[in-house]
């Protein structure tokens, strides 16, 4: 069976082509290459020892897509192809709603066009509002709180509009918490253009020599060490998780979200001590101001996952350091070298 995977050179799609050939499916890559290297699929083909098309097609390219849909026995799609900076997103909209919203419209008038009704999109746990109450169940309030957000939230509410208009489409709308980690051989992993917004991104390129220090954003946050709480998730959980999604939808009709995380919270501290002792490498660091929208605790409800993926994850936060360090070790520069 043929899945299209729009954004599959990007960190979460590389790892997912993987698990996707692991599981025994055949593969279709979209990609733009706008924020993502062709080697990450070359390193997918080598680690897999499979080889699937790769089309150089921008998802508002329609006839570009029409192309690829034209000549492919597409069954089903997941669908990852988007912007992801959150400051950029602030700064530039336009380009963000284009690309997220625009980008998703075109890619399911053209899913429609050709009869495919089966899909997995990748939201995020981002379209959750502020919340008081954790765990972060699927019913939680929604409320994005930055442009970035919102196109995975209206994105999330297109795809409602349309599961009710043509009942005979499935989707599942994936709320991944914080992805982290690198697949075990090392070969793929985050490879962040710019300085890392994200916190692991950032604590590897310390450690790897690119970077000086860590920047604690605020220490007095009501936590009990007084840094942020997030749920961190291995990328290869999410990367299963969406097969289960994938073997949800092609059995169902409608819609559901799903949250993929693991449940636990832990702080920066937590996190930068996991790093050090997984590693045995110091991580300078500094405690700065408080970064401004970053909500004092969030982690996920994982109930449903389980209960109607059968899905949970499964490595824990020390494999998680491991293996981020070893992709960071064997690529210091990433992709690029
Ligand atoms: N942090 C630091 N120093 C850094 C980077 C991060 O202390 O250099 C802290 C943050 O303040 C936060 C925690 O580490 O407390 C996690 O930050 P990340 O940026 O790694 O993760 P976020 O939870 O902020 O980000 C997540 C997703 C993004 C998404 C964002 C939306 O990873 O993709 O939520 O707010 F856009």
New binding site residues.
């Given amino acids: 069976m043929t899945i299209l995977v729009t954004g599959g050179a990007g960190y979460i799609g590389s790892h997912t082509c993987v698990a996707l050939v692991e599981a025994g499916y055949d593969l279709v890559v979209v990609d733009s290459f706008a924020n993502s290297r062709p080697e990450a699929l070359g390193r997918v083909q080598q680690i897999t020892g499979r080889e699937f098309p790769v089309y150089p097609v921008d998802l508002l390219d329609e006839r570009g897509l029409d192309a690829v849909f034209e000549a492919q026995p597409v069954e089903a799609v997941i669908h990852f192809a988007a912007l992801?900076a959150?400051g950029e997103s602030v700064a530039d909209p336009l380009r963000y709603y284009r690309n997220n919203v625009g980008g998703s419209i075109s890619l399911f008038q053209t899913m429609e066009r050709h009869g495919v009704t089966r899909l997995v999109f990748s939201s995020?746990?981002?379209v959750y509002g502020a919340a008081e109450q954790m765990p972060l169940t699927e019913e939680s309030p929604l409320g994005p709180v930055?442009p970035?957000?919102r196109t995975k939230w209206m994105v999330e509410q297109i795809l409602r509009d349309q599961c009710a208009a043509r009942p005979d489409w499935s989707v599942a709308l994936l709320r991944y918490f914080?992805?982290v980690g690198a697949h075990a051989s090392g070969r793929i992993g985050e490879d962040p253009s710019g300085v890392p917004?994200?916190?692991?991104p950032?604590v590897t390129q310390v450690a790897v020599g690119r970077l000086e220090q860590?920047?604690?954003?605020?220490d007095d946050y009501p936590t009990p060490d007084g840094?942020?709480i997030?749920d961190y998730v291995h990328v290869m959980d999410i990367a299963e998780g969406h097969v289960n999604a994938l073997q949800h939808v092609l059995m169902t009709t409608g819609i559901e979200a799903f949250n993929l995380g693991t449940g636990r919270g832990s702080s920066?501290l937590e996190v930068v001590a996991a790093f050090e002792a997984a590693t045995g490498i110091d991580i300078p660091r500094r405690v700065g101001p408080r970064?401004n929208?970053?909500a004092p605790v969030?982690y996920a409800g994982v109930d449903k996952a389980k209960q109607q993926l059968g899905w949970q994850a499964k490595r824990d936060l020390t494999e998680m350091c491991a293996d981020a360090w070893r992709w960071q070790r064997e690529n210091p520069q990433g992709y690029g070298v």
């Fill in positions: 992801k959150v995020s746990a981002t930055n970035y957000g914080n992805p917004n994200n916190l692991l950032y860590l920047t604690i954003h605020g840094t942020c997030r920066v970064r929208g970053d969030s």
